[in-house]
């Protein structure tokens, strides 16, 4: 294998490899290693990485209390490339290649906590029941002015046309046209990297764009969206303005998410387990809904990660306030698009696109999981508008974590080690959050109370 590796990298020439390892947050760490040295970590395992690297948080801390898990004198883990991953990076003056690596401890156990694994485990509980998941997801960002001070609130940069979009326009072809360039060089970048990427089209906020990939292998897909994201960020830059995947960059836009569409087929025959042989639903596509409408609430922070998050779920901004499922219902948290009975599948509408695309897709599944193995049984379907009906989503990153550290079912299977992480990690930078006064609360309370 190392030696396939090493000839691939002769191939193209390449000089250096960008070793990652995606982050609690998703965010992209790890190290850039000459080619030469790259190759010969493979085989001697000194490619390695402080274990901390999955507890720092978005602002670059550190949650306490989780010493117990990865201890305070930090030790390294080893680094393991997962060569299926290897792809060239476009965008880079010296030629280089991108590789994504899992984590191991000095006894050859993997890193239970690494977001990851946790997809991994997910999909292991499917393949003992010989079951294979299927996802397609869709990613939603925008284009935005250059913002070189924090304060200053975010604006549409102008396209080719000079002028920056004011109203929405969705699906409008001429006002993708506005970002042509940034487009084309997305898409071929993606080819260099290959990276499956199907559609796009232009969403209902200003400069808002949409793709959506190719479905597939719920981890490949992962991997592909983690990488797509930084691809996207690089080409704005190339052209002077920013791209960001925050759930609601702008509080006059609506909010930005990553939609998962999500099947499950036999193993063995390939057939959608989620359709009867008459072409009806199956009890096992009741029951992955079950799953997702009893259990998605409960495990929020996962799919909504940030405080920024919650803004983005208000009613009436094709975001959902509640989990109804309802058919071709966009005001669903899940809606069930009109398709054949080989492609019957499930579109999970709450992830915002500034969640981890490993946690995302495993929570997603996982929740579906539980409700087929359970045979849970679904609400009554919804007919009508879903933003009619009371909100049941949390407000808030802090109502979310008090349901997210109680849920037992989805905590008895992704790990409560993981589980005590991820909240600590979130719970710290609430903290962090909750200590920055607004300039709302100096608008309205400075002179007034």
Not at 37 to 56: A, E
Not at 61 to 86: K, N, R
Not at 319 to 333: E, K, L, Q
Not at 390 to 408: G, I, M, Q, S, V
């Amino acid at each position: 294998m190392t030696s396939d590796i090493a000839a691939w990298i002769r191939e193209r020439g390449i000089s250096e490899v960008e070793c990652i390892v995606p982050d609690m947050n998703g965010i992209q760490r790890g190290k850039v290693l000459p080619a030469a040295k790259f190759i010969k970590s493979m085989s001697d395992k000194t490619l390695r990485i402080p274990g901390s690297v999955y507890i720092v948080t978005v602002t670059g801390g550190y949650p306490e209390d989780v010493h117990h898990i990865v201890p305070d004198f930090d030790p390294d883990l080893i680094l393991a490339p997962d060569v299926s991953t290897i792809r060239e990076a476009p965008g880079y003056k010296t030629p280089t290649a991108y590789v994504i690596c899992d984590s191991y401890h000095g006894n050859g156990k993997p890193v239970e906590i690494a977001p990851r694994q946790i997809l991994k485990k997910v999909l292991a509980l499917y393949e003992a029941k010989g079951w294979q998941p299927v996802i397609a997801p869709e990613a939603e960002f925008y284009l935005v002015s250059k913002n070189l001070d924090a304060d200053f609130p975010l604006s549409p940069p102008p396209g080719r046309s000079g002028r920056a979009e004011t109203a929405s326009e969705a699906f409008g072809l001429e006002a993708l046209g506005e970002f042509e360039d940034i487009i084309e060089q997305i898409y071929d970048w993606c080819e260099k990297a290959s990276l499956n990427i199907d559609t796009m089209i232009h969403e209902a906020g200003a400069a808002q764009l949409e793709v959506n990939f190719v479905h597939g292998d719920p981890l490949l897909l992962a991997d592909q969206v983690l990488l797509f994201k930084r691809i996207v960020r690089q080409v704005a830059l190339e052209h002077d303005v920013y791209a960001t995947f925050m759930a609601k960059p702008m509080s006059d836009q609506p909010g930005s998410a990553m939609h998962i569409h999500q099947s499950v087929l036999n193993a063995e025959t390939g057939k959608n387990v989620f359709s009867t042989g008459n072409g009806r639903d199956s009890a096992l596509f009741r029951s992955h809904i079950a799953g997702l409408v009893r259990l998605m609430p409960q495990v929020l922070p996962l799919v909504a990660p940030n405080v920024n998050s919650f803004r983005r779920m208000r009613p009436d901004t094709a975001a959902p306030i509640n989990v109804h499922w309802g058919t071709d219902n966009r005001s669903c948290g899940f809606r069930v698009p009109v398709s054949e009975a080989k492609d019957r599948r499930i579109e999970n509408r709450l992830p915002g696109a500034d969640s981890n695309p490993y946690l995302a897709i495993a929570a997603s599944l996982i929740c579906g999981y539980i409700g087929m193995v359970e045979r849970m049984i679904p609400p009554k379907i919804m007919a009508g508008n879903a933003y009619n009906r009371a909100r049941t989503l949390p407000r808030t990153l802090e109502a979310a974590l008090d349901r997210f550290y109680n849920c037992k079912p989805v905590k008895r299977e992704l790990g409560e080690e993981f589980f005590e992480i991820f909240w600590a990690i979130k719970d710290a930078e609430l903290y962090a959050y909750q200590s920055v006064i607004s300039s709302w609360e100096r608008e309205h309370l400075l002179l007034k109370v």
